[in-house]
């Protein structure tokens, strides 16, 4: 089973480029996440998409753009990358119950020079 | 607000040893709550969970975690530490119906030989 898979694993980017970070998940699950991990601040919530058509800002929305292209599919845009955007990007997914917890793709380490 | 404490950034301990990570939070209601592993270069890995029920909880690896709902406790426990089980740990609380998960800020421990 692949899982959650993201793409790429790496990436640099120069001030004032744009990038998409793909995910997709294989378990027909309905909300799927975008996060950022940084050193001594764990993870933190970019966005969430409920459902296939919605999206919702998390904690650290700014700067971002997220689109739920399908079920499976959940994007994240960084429209003019800001050294500050330097970071490891999870993305996530977890079925629409009470008793589940979040499944994990392998990370994007994103540096912007 | 929800948020999700680690007290210990760097723990160390010895092979062999017993291990105990804190986890507190800070929530109205009794939330849903996970310890995560991430092994370096890795994505997140669940150890366990907790919904209801039982307060002890057994996981993956030999770890178990027990819910003190009066000390809005989720401490993560190994009876003998194995060189395998140095990472970074993670203390989550979910939020179904938000769609939400919050992570603490991770400790990471290293494990002497």
């Known amino acids: 089973n692949a899982g959650v898979t993201q793409t790429p694993k790496f990436q640099v980017l120069k001030t004032g480029q744009s990038m998409t970070l793909q995910c997709a998940q294989d378990?027909?699950?309905?909300?799927m996440y975008w996060y950022r991990q940084d050193p001594g601040m764990g993870l933190r919530l970019i966005y969430y998409?409920?459902?296939?058509?919605?999206?919702d800002k998390g904690e650290v929305p700014n700067g971002y753009n997220v689109s739920r292209l399908n079920k499976r599919e959940f994007s994240l845009r960084l429209e003019s990358a800001a050294p500050s955007q330097t970071s490891v990007y999870f993305c996530?997914?977890?079925?629409?119950?009470?008793?589940?917890?979040?499944?994990f793709g392998q990370g994007t380490r994103l540096t912007v020079v | 607000a929800q948020s999700v404490t680690q007290p210990d950034i760097h723990i160390t301990v010895s092979e062999g040893a017993s291990l105990e990570l804190r986890c507190n939070y800070s929530y109205g209601a009794t939330p849903y709550l996970f310890w995560y592993v991430q092994s370096p270069g890795q994505g997140l890995q669940l150890l366990l969970k907790y919904f209801s029920g039982d307060t002890l909880v057994q996981g993956i690896k030999g770890f178990e975690a027990e819910f003190k709902r009066s000390q809005s406790s989720f401490n993560l426990r190994k009876p003998s530490v194995h060189w395998s089980d140095a990472a970074e740990y993670f203390c989550?609380?979910?939020?179904?119906?938000?769609?939400?998960?919050?992570f603490g800020s991770g400790t990471k421990l290293n494990v002497k030989p």
């Open positions: 378990m027909n699950h309905n909300s």
């Open positions: 996530a997914s977890s079925e629409d119950r009470m008793n589940t917890e979040a499944f």
């Open positions: 989550a609380v979910g939020l179904w119906n938000f769609n939400k998960f919050y």
């Open positions: 998409s409920a459902s296939e058509g919605t999206t």
